[in-house]
Each structure stands twice: as structure tokens, then as C-alpha cells.
């Protein structure tokens, strides 16, 4: 592990008590549970902003995708009526 930095925290009794139940069910310290819990929550924050990322894209590309097959939809209609007619002759 690269080289680690002590801090100190304050938690509310009901969350440390939470942590200590947790440390004896999986047999960790809670460094080790403090810093999964901070891998976890970065990741998810990670996560979560690309997916905000990829909606707010999607928005976008959403109007300019409109307004492209409302400008293209004229021209598919008229080559269907021009290839009827070619039929037709």
C-alpha cells in the first residue's frame, strides 16, 4: 500500500457502534472499514457523475438529433413518391 496519512474523524456514537459491530463480523480494524467505506463512496460519486454526464449528452444529442430527421424526413418522403412514380411508368 503506498505510503498512508493518519487523520482523525468524529462520528456519532450510533455510527462508530455500527463500525465496531462491523470490525467483529468481518474481523477488520477500522482503518480497514473507514477506508473501504471511503473506496466505496468515491467510486459510487465516480459512477454516478458519468451516468449525469452521459443524461445531460444524451439531452443534448436529443434535439440536434430531432431537429436532423425533421430537415430529413421531407427529403425520405419525396424519394418514396419519386420511386412510386417510377413504378407506376
Not at 473507514?34 to 436529443?62: D, H, P, S, T
Amino acid at each position: 500500500m503506498p505510503a498512508s496519512r493518519r487523520i482523525i474523524i468524529t462520528v456519532s456514537e450510533s455510527l462508530l457502534s455500527e463500525v465496531d459491530h462491523i470490525t467483529l463480523e468481518e474481523s477488520k480494524n477500522r482503518s480497514q472499514i473507514v477506508r473501504e467505506a471511503i473506496k466505496f463512496y468515491l467510486g459510487e460519486r465516480k459512477r454516478l457523475m458519468a451516468i449525469e454526464q452521459m443524461k445531460k449528452g444524451y439531452l443534448e444529442m436529443a434535439e440536434i438529433n430531432l431537429n436532423i430527421a425533421c430537415k430529413n424526413s421531407g427529403v425520405e418522403e419525396e424519394a418514396l413518391v419519386n420511386s412510386i412514380e417510377n413504378l407506376m411508368e
